[in-house]
């Protein structure tokens, strides 16, 4: 028998192997309760139907019919990853996992990747892995205690959807072995949340998953087994791990040959006391990946005009049943702003009908004359901020014909036809005029923008995407609509309301397209401590020299331009944390000796840069906007595939506005010293040549 053990003080996690025969014991060292103890479930199954409506199956049938791993390599990388490479029967896919258990850490992670190692694109129809454990037995019953453990959905505990109701917070031992789930008519998502607690009300299990570019579901699914001649079941439970829901996430239902699709991470911690304490401890998990306010974040408190004056789309008033419904006026406004600030309130809200047309986010001068006037007297005569509702659909045929996402037979797809919405493509055409148009608004005060139907809905689900030739992208290019509405959030989002009374717009009107200056639009952002692997740009490998310099050492990249004033924030703090000069318009690198080890430092300044330095922002620039001042950090860790990588990070502007220089000194420092600390740790798995084209 071998033996491959991760351990510390939270968890004991242990596969045996033994003449080909594995078991894999998950146990918490907290509760002393094992939560796993038989094989790892490994199960694939692929699809011969065309399109996009063949069908994603989980059940028994497709479990029978699935393929399992004909063989395994598991091996240790140090004292706290361990990592197992297995080939599935009958298919030509590989998969990597890796499980890392830090030493101080309570959390056990866990990463996936499969590889589609054939010379043919492979459809997956099911894929269901993840541990095992026995619940009921028709012979000897209940395994340990666990009729005694609910199961708990995360974030929502009961759900509720249009007419939907679960009638249920938790799901009991016999909900799992009875399947007394809820009618198939509600389920939604059914076995699947963003994470589940497992355990009674002294604690438990919390599992959870986090995939930060795909729709992906952690799965607490239920694996019965048929007794023979008897039609009676034993019940195991199948969680964590990875799997498919409806099809997500959808670039692992895919593989073109020698493609590999990463999975987002499965996390696994114990929680002590009540359901709440889990939630606290799953909203940490959030906090950790930079999902926060910031720590002095009030937002006003918002009076929403809607419900006295209606929405334009419904013909009528929400509370004036039977009465014709008229297009709200100024002058109602006015009165609603009233209202506000008779009650308290601290902003007016206004939902659809400010506009041109849904969507246009073109202000209604005809309707209600200057923004800027109409702005003014909100805030000044009721002492008020504004808000106003956005959409990313849009309503009519109006707008540019860049906008409208297209199928096959170049029809426009209707988006909701009850409002006349269409589905909108989110090409750089449109997110260069909406962000124009949205930097029109903000210029005269918004305080906030409300962003609303950001989904991408449709009819006709075998045209999923836009199939335009002239828009840009590849046909179909559905991948781009989530990814650049994110882009245009993310931006548009950060600055609302921060443009008003200064001098600054005409320099980002003019420089939108090209290079966005943070300290332009005083962008106060809490930044997100978001590492990735891959280049910003699309391209497959990082600049070689790059790589070279990680031989020896981690990499400290600072970009700035000639006109830029947080650069000139930035830099002579940059310059006391490394302790070194260097001048405004230079492009150099040096190696640093930062508290007794070496960190390559690179200044850019983007307006004199040649050579290999020229374009090099754009391998790390995760926002996509060329905004300056950027600092990137790339240190060396192990990937989803379970090799040593370089992993990056990227920072923008002056981290918070609320900082003191102090803080983003302390800041900086603490972020370069955990780059030196993995980088030690994983130096010497680290391959170059790999990473050479």
């Not at 008897?230 to 073109?256: C, H, M, Q, W």
């Not at 008033?317 to 309130?345: H, M, N, P, R, S």
């Amino acid at each position: 028998m071998t033996l491959y053990k991760l351990e510390n003080q939270y968890w004991f996690f242990q596969i045996h192997e033994n003449d080909n025969k594995y078991r894999y014991e998950l146990k918490s060292k907290i509760t002393n309760e094992v939560y796993a103890d038989e094989d790892y479930h490994y199960r694939i199954l692929t699809s011969r139907k065309k399109g996009s409506r063949f069908v994603y199956l989980i059940g028994a049938n497709s479990e029978y019919n699935a393929k399992k791993l004909v063989s395994r390599k598991i091996r240790k990388d140090g004292t706290d990853v361990l990592i197992i490479e297995g080939q599935f029967e009958g298919i030509d896919i590989e998969i990597r996992q890796i499980f890392i258990l830090r030493t101080e850490s309570q959390w056990l992670d866990e990463y996936i990747t499969i590889i589609n190692n054939s010379k043919r694109k492979v459809k997956l129809a099911l894929i269901n892995m993840g541990f095992k454990k026995a619940l009921f037995k028709q012979k000897s019953g209940w395994n340990d205690h666990l009729d005694e453990y609910i199961l708990t959905s995360i974030p929502t505990r009961r759900y509720y959807h249009y007419g939907d109701d679960r009638k249920r917070e938790f799901f009991t031992a016999n909900d799992l072995v009875f399947k007394a789930w809820v009618d198939v008519s509600a389920e939604m998502p059914g076995f699947c949340s963003e994470g589940w607690l497992w355990g009674n009300d002294q604690g438990g299990l919390l599992i959870c998953k986090y995939n930060p570019t795909q729709m992906e579901y952690s799965r607490f699914n239920r694996l019965p087994t048929t007794l023979p001649g008897r039609g009676a079941e034993d019940v195991s439970i199948i969680f964590g791990g990875v799997s498919l829901y409806e099809g997500n996430p959808e670039l692992a239902t895919t593989l073109k040959p020698n493609q590999s699709y990463a999975f987002g991470t499965t996390r696994y911690v114990i929680y002590k006391g009540d359901y709440k304490e889990g939630f606290y401890l799953y909203r940490s998990h959030l906090e950790e990946h930079g999902h926060k306010f910031k720590q002095d974040y009030d937002p006003p408190v918002h009076w929403n005009e809607l419900y006295n004056l209606g929405w334009i789309s419904e013909k009528t008033g929400f509370f004036v049943e039977g009465i014709d419904f008229e297009v709200y006026t100024l002058k109602q406004l006015y009165e609603e702003a009233a209202l506000a600030q008779d009650i308290g309130a601290e902003c007016l809200y206004l939902d659809p009908g400010w506009n041109i047309t849904l969507g246009s986010e073109i202000w209604n001068e005809e309707r209600f004359d200057s923004l800027r006037e109409f702005s003014k007297n909100i805030h000044e005569k009721f002492g008020l901020k504004l808000a106003l509702h956005l959409m990313m659909n849009f309503e009519g045929e109006d707008e540019p014909d860049e906008f409208y996402l297209r199928t096959k037979k170049g029809v426009k797809l209707i988006a909701d036809p009850y409002i006349n919405l269409y589905c909108v493509c989110a090409n750089e055409y449109w997110v260069k005029e909406k962000t124009r148009r949205l930097l029109e608004l903000a210029k005269e005060g918004i305080d906030f923008f409300m962003f609303d139907f950001t989904d991408l809905s449709m009819f006709m689900a075998d045209d999923l995407g836009c199939f335009s030739k002239n828009h840009g992208h590849e046909a179909s290019k559905n991948a781009l609509i989530t990814v650049q509405v994110a882009l245009l959030i993310v931006f548009a989002g950060a600055f609302g309301g921060m443009l008003a009374a200064t001098d600054a717009y005409d320099q980002i009107y003019d420089r939108i397209v090209s290079v966005i200056c943070l300290s332009c639009i005083k962008l106060n952002r809490v930044f997100a401590l978001n590492y990735e692997f891959k280049p910003a740009n699309g391209q497959e490998y990082h600049p070689e020299f790059l790589i070279e310099d990680l031989e020896k050492a981690p990499v400290f990249l600072t970009f700035r331009t000639d006109v830029c004033e947080y650069c000139d924030v930035m830099e002579p703090l940059i310059m006391q944390v490394f302790d070194n000069e260097f001048e405004m318009e230079s492009c150099y690198s040096e190696t640093i000796d930062f508290n007794g080890s070496d960190v390559i430092f690179y200044h850019v300044n983007n307006d004199h840069a040649t050579g290999g330095l020229k374009g090099l922002q754009e391998y790390y620039d995760v926002d996509g906007f060329k905004a300056v001042p950027m600092f990137t950090i790339i240190t060396l860790e192990y990937d989803h595939s379970g090799i040593v990588s370089p992993l990056y990070l990227t920072l923008y502007g002056v981290l918070d506005i609320d900082y003191t220089h102090e803080q983003r000194i302390q800041e900086i420092t603490n972020l370069v010293n955990d780059a030196i600390e993995l980088y030690e740790d994983n130096r010497q798995g680290f391959y170059p040549e790999d990473f050479k084209k």
